[in-house]
Antibody
Framework: QVQLVQSGAEVKKPGASVKVSCKAS????????MHWVRQAPGQGLEWMGW????????NYAQKFQGRVTMTRDTSISTAYMELSRLRSDDMAVYYC???????????????????WGQGTMVTVSS | EIVLTQSPGTLSLSPGERATLSCRAS???????LAWYQQKPGQAPRLLIYGASSRATGIPDRFSGSGSGTDFTLTISRLEPEDFAVYYCQQYGSSPKTFGQGTKVEIK
């Protein structure tokens, strides 16, 4: 079945970087945009950006520009999100989520998110 | 950036009752690119509605979405025990893709 499986929980010190992985299965990885969304404890959802797994093109929310890097490895159908210069307010569950429409149908990453990873908890603490 | 405001913050209802959730946008949502998600504690969000009114795969027909422009509604016709959760609206027509702050539907 279609699923996204993320890497395990991370504990990082302030100022460090974290890299979260998201392995796709059950569909053509390069055929759908992949988004990253985070959720601080007890808070709402915050979109961070997307990557086009086919071209490697990215679009980041302005809030994260300069600190976030989204990459992919098509040989293993895996997307990555790296966040640098971590602060205490970066502590959150990080989700990858697939764009609902295939890139060939909607080439502009303008669709809802139909498949979500299970989430990766990132704790930032000295 | 489009700001989405959901109301009410909490809805206290009994199983079998009708739930009406509101999502208001600070500016018109492009082409009704508005989605609704359900999230239960410790779980990832689940897509319910996209395009303001289309049900996602496998979503029961007691869930319905409506609206356009700046005002959108999610209706759950008869609440089942498994429907008590937090619901988020999201606009995905313009960047950044933003979410509302959520409405919690709790058991009365």
């Amino acid at each position: 079945q279609v699923q996204l499986v993320q890497s395990g929980a991370e504990v990082k010190k302030p100022g460090a970087s974290v890299k979260v992985s998201c392995k796709a299965s059950g569909y053509t990885f390069t055929g759908y945009y992949m988004h990253w969304v985070r959720q601080a404890p007890g808070q709402g959802l915050e979109w961070m950006g997307w990557i086009n797994p086919n071209s490697g093109g990215t679009n980041y929310a302005q809030k994260f520009q300069g600190r976030v890097t989204m990459t992919r490895d098509t040989s293993i159908s895996t997307a990555y999100m790296e966040l640098s210069r971590l602060r205490s307010d970066d502590m959150a569950v990080y989700y990858c989520a697939r764009d609902r429409a295939p890139i060939v149908v909607v080439p502009t990453a303008n669709d809802a998110f139909d498949i979500w990873g299970q989430g990766t908890m990132v704790t930032v603490s000295s | 950036e489009i700001v989405l405001t959901q109301s009410p913050g909490t809805l206290s209802l009994s199983p079998g009752e009708r739930a009406t959730l509101s999502c208001r946008a600070s500016q018109s949502v492009t082409s009704s690119y508005l989605a609704w998600y359900q999230q239960k504690p410790g779980q990832a969000p689940r897509l319910l509605i996209y395009g303001a009114s289309s049900r996602a795969t496998g979503i029961p027909d007691r869930f319905s979405g409506s609206g356009s422009g700046t005002d959108f509604t999610l209706t759950i016709s008869r609440l089942e025990p498994e429907d008590f959760a937090v619901y988020y609206c999201q606009q995905y027509g313009s960047s950044p893709k933003t979410f509302g702050q959520g409405t919690k539907v709790e058991i009365k």
